[in-house]
């Protein structure tokens, strides 16, 4: 069966993130006093005395407030609520038992879900315990103290959940799984991409542009695999990173990409290739992952013949570095063309982990070289004595020659070139290591 599922849910700015942090041993969810910073579910992996379970952060709970945010924030903790087989009440032993608390509790207590109440905060744990008696009125049995900053009390609460885990059957065969990173600038439309291919609302999707701040990880299965889509919080220029909550955001995103094996770039039909999204693309470039260009919104444009061709032109243009990423037009928002991005996700990961042998490789580039010889330089030509592939994610291929300055970059390209064209290689970045080996 699937590992369990433990959601933490909480008003806002009792802690949550931070003790989310600690569990899982990693900076996933962002931390900042400002309420209401987590505002979608994040997910992460943890493992208490032997077994893997997923922790979900949720964005804090205000039950009377009507703003668009807010609603939404419940109804994404209400999501993790439906889908935990454990949930955590984590409340703030400093501000005692409020109505927000006493609303959400009867709340959780409604989902038939086993609750664990968690009292953080509690950094002076003998006056904690005087004043924790009160958060009995909740009716959700004996608050467990902990202090998130400080590592005190996590283990208790570790193991009461763990007495709540659903028995552990047969494990699932495990089929290769690829992260697909949806990166963009704020509003090129990602959270409602990932919401179309899960066909829930799991990241929110608002008017409001940068909503999703943190990245946001929903596994995905289909007959072409298991995907895990990796939602991110758009980059805005530098200019506008104001607050140190869209510094992190931006962090996010790089690691995000890092994380990745495919990045799904996303371009806003109607304004086209913008510099913020050259920069975006570039990071995903840079890090070696495969890249597949994905204009949204194609549904948007008044079209004519040609049209789509010329956009595509306009793209590679701008993004001249990236012409070996395939191109895709969908609409998000109308689901079209959305399936056929399944097959070109596998057909990129595939290429970008990608390795060929080293007689292979040899023989296309003796080929090439019999094709077009190499520069010379005052009397002396470029020998390549052999190739190799040194690693893959992205495919690398080591050149041996008699002198690398004589090794110059268009003829680089022109054998990077016959290397594609012979082995395909779309969507994937490659790089090259020149050395220089003396000839016998």
């Given at each position: 069966?699937?590992?369990?599922?433990?959601?933490?849910?909480?008003?806002?700015?009792?802690?949550?993130?931070?003790?989310?942090?600690?569990?899982?041993?990693?900076r996933i969810s962002i931390v900042e006093d400002t309420p209401g910073v987590t505002r979608d579910r994040v997910y992460g992996e943890a493992n208490w005395r032997g077994r893997d379970f997923t922790l979900i952060d949720t964005g804090g709970i205000e039950m009377d407030a009507e703003d668009t945010i807010s609603i939404q924030m419940r109804e994404q903790a209400n999501m993790a609520i439906q889908i935990a087989d454990v949930i955590i009440l984590l409340t703030d032993i400093k501000q005692g038992v409020t109505a927000i608390d006493e609303d959400i509790a009867v709340m959780l207590k409604k989902s038939k879900k086993p609750i664990v109440l968690v009292c953080n905060k509690a950094d002076n744990y003998e006056k904690a315990k005087d004043t924790m008696y009160e958060f009995y009125s909740l009716g959700l049995g004996e608050p467990y103290l902990v202090s998130s900053a400080n590592a005190i009390g996590i283990g208790d609460v570790l193991d009461a959940i763990y007495e709540h885990f659903p028995e552990e059957n047969e494990l699932e065969e495990e089929n290769e799984v690829i992260k697909v990173a949806v990166i963009?600038?704020?509003?090129?439309?990602?959270?409602?991409?990932?919401?179309?291919?899960?066909?829930?609302?799991?990241?929110?999707?608002?008017?409001?542009?940068?909503?999703?701040?943190?990245?946001?990880d929903s596994e995905f299965q289909n007959e072409q695999g298991?995907?895990?889509?990796?939602?991110?919080?758009?980059?805005?220029k530098k200019s506008k990173v104001e607050?140190?909550?869209?510094?992190?955001?931006?962090?996010?995103?790089?690691l995000a990409i890092e994380r990745a094996d495919v990045c799904l770039m996303l371009i806003d039909a109607t304004t086209g290739v913008t510099d913020q999204d050259a920069k975006i693309a570039g990071e995903a470039h840079e890090a070696g992952k495969g890249l597949i260009i994905v204009v949204n919104k194609w549904d948007l444009v008044e079209k004519e013949t040609g049209t789509l061709e010329k956009f595509r032109q306009e793209?590679?243009?701008?993004?001249?570095?990236?012409?070996?990423?395939?191109?895709?037009?969908?609409?998000?928002?109308?689901?079209?063309?959305?399936d056929k991005l399944f097959e070109l996700i596998r057909k990129v990961a595939n290429n970008n982990a990608m390795r060929i042998s080293t007689a292979m490789i040899n023989q296309v580039i003796n080929e090439a070289i019999a094709i077009v010889q190499p520069p010379t330089d005052k009397g002396k030509r470029l020998k390549i004595l052999y190739t190799t592939q040194a690693s893959t994610k992205p495919p690398t291929f080591v050149f041996f020659v008699n002198n690398k300055e004589l090794f110059h970059f268009s003829y680089e390209r022109y054998l990077l070139n016959q290397i594609r064209s012979n082995f395909g290689l779309e969507g994937t970045p490659i790089r090259?290591?020149?050395?220089?080996?003396?000839?016998?």
């Open positions: 069966m699937a590992k369990p599922m433990v959601a933490i849910i909480g008003r806002p700015n009792v802690g949550k993130s931070t003790f989310f942090n600690y569990i899982i041993g990693q963009g600038k704020p509003n090129a439309g990602k959270s409602s991409l990932v919401n179309k291919i899960l066909g829930e609302n799991r990241n929110i999707v608002s008017e409001i542009a940068g909503t999703t701040r943190d990245a946001i298991k995907y895990i889509f990796i939602d991110t919080a758009g980059i805005r607050e140190k909550i869209e510094k992190y955001s931006v962090i996010r995103t790089i793209v590679y243009q701008r993004l001249s570095y990236l012409t070996y990423a395939p191109i895709l037009f969908i609409s998000a928002q109308t689901g079209k063309r959305v090259t290591i020149i050395r220089e080996k003396k000839e016998d």
